[in-house]
């Protein structure tokens, strides 16, 4: 595991965290990118809600709902088109309409489903099912 992937650091410790049945986590390393991705899964019901923990190092408090089976980052980035999102959902997700991508847009970060309905492509992040 790499140690300046923060992103990846995050998710495997959420999908760790979910296996042991925790409801809560503290996310060391927080950065804009960190909370976005918090945002798109609390949006689409994978996690419930985070706060600061106001000390030096900008810590996340999040709390888990166990709705996650798997969650990861994806490398290489893939760059995505909009009319491609099948391809990916097909390649990391388990079955239709069943979990999420997360992709970076010209837009913002968000889940591939409003990427699709705003005709945005973008690179994709991360997975959550």
Do not use: Q, W
Request: net charge positive; aromatic share 8%.
């Amino acid at each position: 595991m790499s140690l300046n992937d923060t992103l990846a650091n995050m998710l495997s410790k959420i999908n760790n965290y979910e296996k042991l049945g925790k409801k809560e986590i503290i996310i060391s390393n927080s950065s804009k990118i960190i909370k976005e991705v918090l945002r798109v899964m609390k949006e689409n019901m994978f996690v419930g809600t985070f706060t600061e923990v106001k000390d030096e190092y900008g810590k996340l408090k999040l709390n888990l709902l166990n709705s996650i089976n798997k969650c990861g980052s994806i490398k290489p980035r893939y760059k995505v088109k909009k009319g491609e999102y099948e391809k990916f959902e097909k390649r990391f997700l388990p079955a239709k309409e069943f979990g999420i991508l997360i992709v970076t847009t010209s837009k913002g970060i968000m889940s591939h489903k409003e990427a699709k309905e705003k005709g945005l492509g973008g690179k994709i992040l991360a997975f959550v099912y």
